[in-house]
């Protein structure tokens, strides 16, 4: 068998240059995107999200407001909503939480929603039965477009991604998703960062 030297030089190149840019990552506890619709069916006719912190992605933010979302073994309240409102309502839980709710939602790009769990949303002035709009979220990083070129991979593009530290490992099935509107960051759920003892606002590195 003939080696391509030059064709495996090249990709020994990019995974080091990868592996010299750090990503930052934050772990993404279970929350919730509404509508306006549902936001003032849930907390009333003229109400407003407040901001409690700006996220890391422009222009999004963590309110002060929290619901109580339900499922059909129980429910859990405190559940952050964030902001600004979007087109369409969208409850994001890890798998232990589908355990305690009683789901079985499937793992999704956010926005992708058709199809997936039913659940209740309680606010202190009403409550809402969604017939869908519960997942959980798709392990992704985000970045823009000078990012993807100087890490060299693309949009859509599922890379691995490797945490360090005495629980580091290798994470699978990591989508990249590219956007001049984004900021670079990479998101995981509280299980998947449970598993390598990983603090939120830590490093990561695409391999």
Known sequence: MTIDWKKLVDE?????????????????????????????????????????????QPGEFASKETVEIVGPK?????????????????????????????????????????????????????????????????????MTPRDAEELEVKHGQIVRVEFQGSRGGILDGVVVRVSSKYALECHIDIDEANAFDFKSGGNVYIV
């Open 12 to 56: 020994i190149e990019v995974k080091v240059r990868r592996s010299r840019k750090p990503v930052l990552c934050n772990v993404s506890n279970r929350h919730l995107h509404l509508t306006d619709e549902v936001l003032k069916q849930l907390f009333g006719s003229s109400y407003y999200l407040r901001k409690m912190k700006d996220l890391v």
């Open 74 to 142: 129980g429910g859990i309240k405190n559940v952050r909503v964030l902001g600004p409102v979007r087109k369409f309502t969208q409850v994001e839980i890890s798998r232990s939480d589908c355990f305690r709710l009683g789901l079985n939602a499937p793992v999704r790009d956010s926005g992708d929603i058709k199809g997936s769990s039913p659940i209740k949303i309680i606010g202190p002035q009403g409550e809402v039965d969604l017939s869908e709009g519960c997942i959980v979220a798709r392990r992704h990083i985000h």
